[in-house]
């Protein structure tokens, strides 16, 4: 008994050796590689063997928004004030979302309602304003085969050319 009290205390203060760097790790910090974007795709093949019900638009990294030419000259749909987008266009060109962990580059249909291959992405300005000042929007989004469609409330903001 005497032996595993001594053991114990000896243990003691290597107990209190805490290898974390890092708040919320439980590992050394480290550098991790630059997030690589999402694949480019037609929305038919990146939509394909999904339950429509499953989809949400996914909020887009950095590397995403490289990958489609950047922010310049074009505005974002994002679902809170300081969120990154869901929904990146240009007023009057294509634009894409991310579905399914995937990047779609849907074509201006004219009306702020954008397609590919069965999907529908409709805009919709609201007569409200956030915070910080954005525009409120509603986007809809009609997925391939869907009988109904899929509404999100957020925010407008445009992005001008350097």
Not at 7 to 28: K, S, Y
Not at 41 to 69: C, H, Q, R
């Amino acid at each position: 008994m005497k032996i595993a009290v001594t053991i114990a205390l000896l243990a003691l203060p290597l107990a209190a050796c805490n290898q974390n760097t890092e708040l919320g790790n439980d590992r050394e910090g480290q550098i991790d590689a630059a997030p690589t974007p999402a694949p480019i795709m037609g929305a038919a093949a990146a939509l394909e063997n999904v339950a429509t019900a499953a989809l949400k638009p996914e909020t887009m990294s950095d590397a995403d928004i490289a990958a489609l030419g950047g922010r310049e000259g074009r505005c974002a749909v994002k679902l809170t004030e300081v969120d990154f987008p869901s929904f990146l266009y240009e007023p009057t060109g294509s634009g894409a979302i991310k579905l399914n962990g995937k990047l779609i580059v849907l074509r201006n249909a004219g009306d702020a309602r954008f397609e590919d291959g069965g999907l529908t992405v409709t805009l919709q300005p609201v007569d409200d304003e956030g915070n910080a000042g954005l525009q409120a929007m509603e986007m809809i989004i009609v997925p391939p085969g869907a009988k109904d469609e899929i509404g999100y409330r957020g925010y407008s903001q445009c992005f001008q050319v350097r």
